[in-house]
């Protein structure tokens, strides 16, 4: 987990990211989580793109085994889980600190208008991506998204298991 300042990215992680992702990443300002093996699986984009598109999605999930267990839990019955938690109050309210966490991380890039007070993966009140809330958690470490954590226990994959090298992931 690295939240920002980031120490600046290597062409190794480029190179990575690039084969991840099956096209170059843009916009990247640093590795935000890693592989046990070193291996980039969050990225953290700018909220502004080169090109100028604003980009909300501050932490990214990169790793194809990562992305594809996210995927698996979406399809499942999951998604519905994770939105009851939200009706505990004290998850609830985690929940909107996450949202706020998320926004201060991306803010030490620069503010962006077109996305100001949005953030990703539904937050402050609803369950939308896996993907973004499990970047999030991943980056931020545990106990910061409740709903981000809860999908990475849920998850057949783990950052502390590499399958880097196996069949059908990369890296
Ligand atoms: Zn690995």
């Given at each position: 987990m ?5 120490p600046?990215?290597s ?6 990211l690039?084969?991840q992702l099956?096209?170059?990443a ?34 990214y999930?990169t790793h194809?085994?990562?992305t ?8 499942d019955h ?5 939105s ?11 929940y ?5 966490a ?11 208008e077109e ?7 539904g ?6 991506c896996l ?5 999030h958690?991943?980056?931020?470490g545990?106990g910061?998204?409740?709903i981000?954590d809860?999908a990475?226990?849920?998850s ?12 059908g992931?990369s890296?």
């Amino acid at each position: 987990m690295t939240t920002p300042p980031y120490p600046p990215v290597s062409d190794a992680d480029l190179a990575v990211l690039r084969e991840q992702l099956g096209r170059p990443a843009r916009g990247v300002v640093g590795i935000a989580a890693r592989c046990v093996c070193g291996n980039p699986t969050v990225v953290a984009t700018s909220p502004r793109l080169p090109d100028g598109t604003p980009f909300p999605t501050f932490y990214y999930l990169t790793h194809p085994a990562a992305t594809a267990a996210m995927s698996v839990l979406e399809a499942d019955h999951v998604m519905r889980e994770l939105s009851d938690l939200l009706s505990d109050e004290e998850v609830a309210a985690a929940y909107r600190l996450a949202h706020e966490a998320y926004l201060g991380d991306r803010s030490a890039f620069g503010e962006v208008e077109e996305i100001a007070g949005i953030s990703a993966g539904g937050m402050p009140t609803r369950v939308k991506c896996l993907h973004a809330l499990a970047g999030h958690a991943l980056a931020a470490g545990p106990g910061v998204n409740p709903i981000g954590d809860r999908a990475l226990a849920l998850s057949s994959w783990s950052p502390e298991r590499c399958v880097c090298a196996e069949p059908g992931s990369s890296g």
